[in-house]
């Protein structure tokens, strides 16, 4: 059987690294071989940990071990003819060594390359959690929606194309002065593809692998939370949890804190309204750093008082889309809501949509910024909303 796998994810500086690890730790503690990787460029979970973690797995506690992906070894291994012959040909056009060397990679291609250490590791039967720390939102979602076109290429091109370059490699030299890629290169390229797609679909094997978006609640980082979950839905990949984080008690509504506390309790009740069904966790806000065993299991017991860290709690895309001809359909999870109006408004990208004290704001992709809501119908707890272009 697969480990279970929990991919922690969510805008710089809001605490995922923290979480992870004390998710990691918890599982741990609960029984589990549990292997908490960080593919993070920050390079902070050694810090977290308060432990010496390197680029393979080391043991840092009781059945639990952790990882600092190197990014540079990673595509070393899995580009390194690629960036050879890409690197020589822009050279051959006097491009200098180290900005050959930099233009060799592809945008994103670190965070791309350090998940297929993952794929490694649930196929080596050695773990039963294992705990992902990802970089930040934006080359999570570059990454998660790349193997899509990969299955295009693997499925219409790179079957084809030894036959194609075996005819023009020798009229690329004469001509046009260009070295073709030899089989070695086709052969990276192939493989990457390949597992890039077999990457993409564990991901989406809901019973087993989950993501988790992690937030404070500071308005930015939940807009952008918000987007996020909404790409997640459409890419197939299961959110089960919302990890609100720094969290200011009650304590402080009153005095200096006041107003930061009032800002931070609007915030929630978006948070509540936007990802509902999925549970949303809560963390307060620490008077000291979360560094070390003692206080990321503080953290841990915040988080998961009601829950076992490693479960799925969460099992249903909250949102699907489809299109078709001019026009769209949006599925919504609306489970505490019985039939009555519903009422649909549209701003540029956000949907609001109320059915009687329900409130929902639902960030749409930007294939629909030339559509509008036409139909809206209730039924056993989903709200199907249709769009019409134009």
Same mark, same amino acid.
């Given at each position: ?17 923290? /979480? ?19 593919? &993070?460029? +920050? ?16 043991? /840092? ?27 020589? %040909? ?27 250490? #993952? ?8 773990? &039963? ?18 193997? &899509? ?5 693997? &499925?219409?091109? #790179? ?11 020798? %009229? $690329? ?6 070295? #073709? ?16 797609? *077999? ?41 089960? $949890? ?23 309790? !609007? ?15 809560? $963390?307060? =806000? =620490? $008077? ?13 017991? *915040?988080?998961?008082?009601? @829950? ?9 895309? +909250? ?7 001019? @026009? +769209? ?28 004290? @329900? ?16 139909? +809206?119908?209730? !039924? ?11």
């Amino acid at each position: 059987m697969r480990p279970r796998t929990i991919l922690y994810t969510g805008k710089g500086g809001v605490g995922k690294t923290s /979480v992870a690890a004390a998710t990691a730790r918890r599982c741990a503690a609960a029984g589990a071989r549990t292997l908490v990787i960080s593919t &993070d460029p +920050a390079h902070s979970i050694a810090d977290v940990l308060d432990a010496p973690v390197t680029g393979r797995p080391t043991e /840092v506690g009781p059945r639990l071990h952790a990882q600092q992906v190197q990014a540079q070894d990673e595509m070393e291994l899995h580009w390194g003819a690629v960036s050879d012959w890409m690197g020589g %040909l822009l050279m051959e056009r006097g491009t200098d060594r180290i900005a050959a060397e930099e233009l060799t990679v592809p945008p994103g291609g670190d965070e791309l390359f350090s998940l297929l250490v #993952l794929k490694a590791h649930v196929e080596s039967g050695e773990w &039963d959690v294992i705990i992902v720390d990802c970089a930040p939102t934006g080359e999570t979602l570059r990454l998660l929606s790349f193997p &899509d076109a990969a299955r295009w290429w693997l &499925d219409k091109v #790179l079957g084809k194309e030894q036959s194609m370059l075996n005819a023009a490699r020798p %009229l $690329a030299r004469m001509f046009l002065d260009v070295q #073709l890629p030899d089989e070695k290169v086709i052969a990276e390229v192939q493989k990457l593809v390949g597992n890039l797609v *077999a990457m993409h679909e564990l991901l989406r094997d809901a019973a087993r692998v989950s993501m988790r978006l992690v937030m404070t609640p500071d308005r930015m980082v939940v807009a952008e939370a918000m987007r996020t979950f909404t790409y997640l839905n459409l890419y197939g990949y299961l959110t089960d $949890a919302v990890i609100v984080n720094r969290v200011f008690p009650d304590e402080l509504a009153e005095g200096y804190f006041g107003a930061w506390h009032a800002v931070q309790r !609007e915030q929630l009740d978006l948070v509540g309204s936007g990802f509902s069904p999925v549970p949303i966790l809560h $963390a307060p =806000y =620490y $008077a000291q750093e979360v560094i070390g065993g003692e206080r990321l299991d503080e953290l841990a017991g *915040a988080l998961f008082a009601q @829950h076992d860290p490693a479960a799925v709690l969460h099992d249903r895309l +909250a949102q699907e889309l489809s299109m078709n001809n001019g @026009h +769209a359909e949006l599925r919504l999870d609306l489970p505490f809501a019985a039939k009555g109006d519903v009422k649909l408004k549209k701003i540029g990208l956000e949907l609001i949509v109320r059915v009687d004290t @329900h409130k929902r704001t639902i960030v749409l992709p930007g294939a629909l910024a030339g559509y509008k809501p036409t139909s +809206a119908t209730l !039924e056993e707890g989903s709200l199907t909303v249709g769009f019409e272009h134009g």
